[in-house]
């Protein structure tokens, strides 16, 4: 258990904005999502949702893009995020998918995760890689996501399937499913996306600040079909659901972020400029949303939560 028991758990969605009421190119203007919609009053998470609170939750619309011309890009939103600095104001583009070279030295500097730790606080990031992915990292032939890089930054290694079988981690999809059907790898436990919410929690519960992050969103919000979009959200929602059985509403908060819009609007295959949505659950909730407007306000909202009282 973390020393102070009061903790963030936040979910990452890659690539999911506030779009248009339209079945036709967006996901989130079908899917069945009780629980999410339920944390967000009953409204379903469109363009034209604003600011709304409901019991122990808030939903906050936030800014991508950062007054920056141009799509957003993870390479730079992630980093935003995540140092809580304008990062493609500071090197004067939106930049990704992977970090360039200069966002790489604004994370290495001011990775949230490396912050926390020099200042005694626990931090890590929840997701679990694949063998060959992690080989490919410690050769150099692939950049790691902004994500990764910050989590890496802390000098902590990525989880492997050793922890996923171990349970001390999930994959980025949540369930193993996806690992035993495509990369063929075997004695992973199985478990529902509800059964991995509450693991999430569980897990939480081990550090001041844990992070999950997703990608599947974001890949289908440049390939489609759109089926597959619904199918991840509900999917996702089941998640929450089980994350909500788990959690005590006195023990921090969940926050569910993102860094661009992409999914929300299938009639195109490139980001889009829209809002992104920031869920925020707990009994400090309030505390957290106060003054939320971009990306660049998740460090110090964070901050806010687990270093005042």
Known sequence: MNPSGSHILALFLDGIGLGADDPKINPFAVADLPTLQGLSNGKRWLANTELVASHNAIFVPTDACLGVAGRPQSGTGQASL???????????????????????EIIARHSYFKSLGERSKTARLLTAYPPRLLQDFARGKTLRSSIQQAAYESGKDHFSVKDVVEKRALTAEWTTASWGR??????????????????????????????????????????????????????????????????????????????????????????????????????????????????????PA???ILFDS
């Not at 089941?238 to 993102?258: P, Q």
Request: aromatic fraction near 10%; include cysteine.
């Open 82 to 104: 995540l140092t809580g600095l304008n990062v493609p104001k500071l090197i004067g583009k939106h930049y990704g998918p992977k970090p360039n070279q200069e966002t790489r």
């Open 182 to 299: 495509y990369l063929g790898i075997s004695r992973l436990p199985d478990y529902s996306p509800r059964q991995a919410g509450q693991l999430l929690v569980k897990l939480s519960r081990d550090y001041d600040f844990a992070f999950h992050s997703h990608w599947l969103t974001d890949r289908i919000g440049h390939r489609g079909p759109f089926e597959r979009g619904v199918s991840i959200l509900e999917t996702f929602d089941e998640v929450m659901a089980g994350a909500l059985d788990e959690w005590r509403s006195d023990e921090g908060l969940i926050i569910v972020v993102s860094d661009h819009g992409n999914m929300e609007d299938l009639s195109t295959r490139r980001h889009t400029l829209n809002m992104v949505p920031t869920l925020v659950v707990g009994e400090r909730a309030e505390d957290f949303a106060d003054g939320y407007k971009s990306l660049t306000d998740f460090v």
């Open 302 to 304: 964070c901050d806010r």
